[in-house]
């Protein structure tokens, strides 16, 4: 059982930074695969990024690529968005995600999830 929480939301300009943070509980964190998904207003969940349990591996969106990386602390039990270059459009409330095994960018494969954090660019 893990359970995550996220934190590091707030409002940015366009062309700004932030890091999202994801705080998990449990001692098996490091078993786990985590990803990061968003929602937007009237829009579907969307795949933002993936890393493996050991931080061998990463994926991305294609609409990321470049300007977010996804990093993970085992020894604090934490995963990071780093988003840099903000565009309006990455506005939505962003979520994190464990599943055991392999990276998948599908939110049904993802057992556990946190509550969510409102990131919001302004143009």
């Known amino acids: 059982q893990v359970q995550l929480v996220e934190s590091g939301g707030g409002l940015v300009p366009a062309g700004g930074s932030l890091r999202l943070s994801c705080a998990a509980s449990?001692?098996?964190?490091?078993?786990?695969?985590m990803g990061w998904f968003r929602q937007a207003p009237g829009k579907d969940e969307e795949f933002v990024a993936a890393?493996?349990?050991?931080?061998?591996?990463?994926y991305y969106a294609d609409s990321v690529k470049g300007r977010f990386t996804i990093s993970r602390d085992n020894a604090k039990n934490t995963v990071y968005l780093q988003m840099s270059s903000l565009k309006p459009e990455d506005t939505a409330v962003y979520y994190c995600?464990?599943?055991?095994?392999?990276?998948?960018?599908?939110?049904?494969?993802?057992?556990?999830w946190g509550q969510g954090t409102q990131v919001t660019v302004s143009s």
């Open positions: 890393i493996t349990w050991s931080g061998g591996n990463t």
């Open positions: 995600a464990a599943r055991m095994g392999g990276a998948y960018s599908s939110r049904y494969e993802y057992s556990y």
């Open positions: 449990g001692r098996t964190f490091s078993s786990y695969t």
